[in-house]
C-alpha cells in the first residue's frame, strides 16, 4: 500500500523559513501530479502548490513569490519550500499526490497525514 509521509513541520517566527518533504512509501508505478494543500483552524482545506510530473508549477496567489514546490521523481519525494512566512500561513500542511500503484491500475489520488506550520508574530 502507498502511503505519502511528511516531514519538516514547526515553529517559526515571522519571516522565517521552512522546507517540507513529501516522500511515497510502498510499491508504486508512477506519480503523476504531486500537491501541497493546507488547513488553517475553522477554515476549509486550501489547494496551495501542483507540480506535474514534467515539473510544470502553479500557486495559490497568497504563496506566488515566498513558495516553491519541487519534486525529487528518483526519490518520489515532493518539497515545499517556505520563505518570509506569515502568520496567516498557520496551518497544517498536506501532500497529495496522483498514484498508480501498477502498471494495470489507475490513478487514484494519496493524501499524506499532515504535518503543522505555526508562525508566530
Known amino acids: 500500500q502507498v502511503q505519502l509521509v511528511e516531514s519538516g513541520g514547526g515553529l517559526v517566527q515571522a519571516g522565517g523559513s521552512l522546507r517540507l518533504s513529501c516522500a511515497a512509501t510502498?510499491?508504486?508505478?508512477?506519480?503523476?501530479?504531486m500537491r501541497w494543500y493546507r488547513q488553517s483552524p475553522g477554515k476549509q482545506r486550501e489547494w496551495v502548490a501542483t507540480v506535474s510530473s514534467g515539473g510544470s508549477t502553479n500557486y495559490v496567489d497568497s504563496v506566488k513569490g515566498r513558495f516553491t514546490i519541487s519534486r525529487d521523481s528518483a526519490k518520489n519525494t515532493v518539497y515545499l519550500q517556505m520563505n518570509s512566512l506569515k502568520p496567516e500561513d498557520t496551518a497544517v500542511y498536506y501532500c497529495?499526490?496522483?498514484?498508480?500503484?501498477?502498471?494495470?491500475?489507475?490513478?487514484?489520488?494519496?493524501w499524506g497525514q499532515g504535518t503543522l506550520v505555526t508562525v508566530s508574530s
Open positions: 497529495n499526490a496522483d498514484i498508480r500503484s501498477s502498471y494495470w491500475s489507475q490513478s487514484s489520488a494519496v
Open positions: 510502498g510499491r508504486l508505478f508512477a506519480i503523476n501530479a
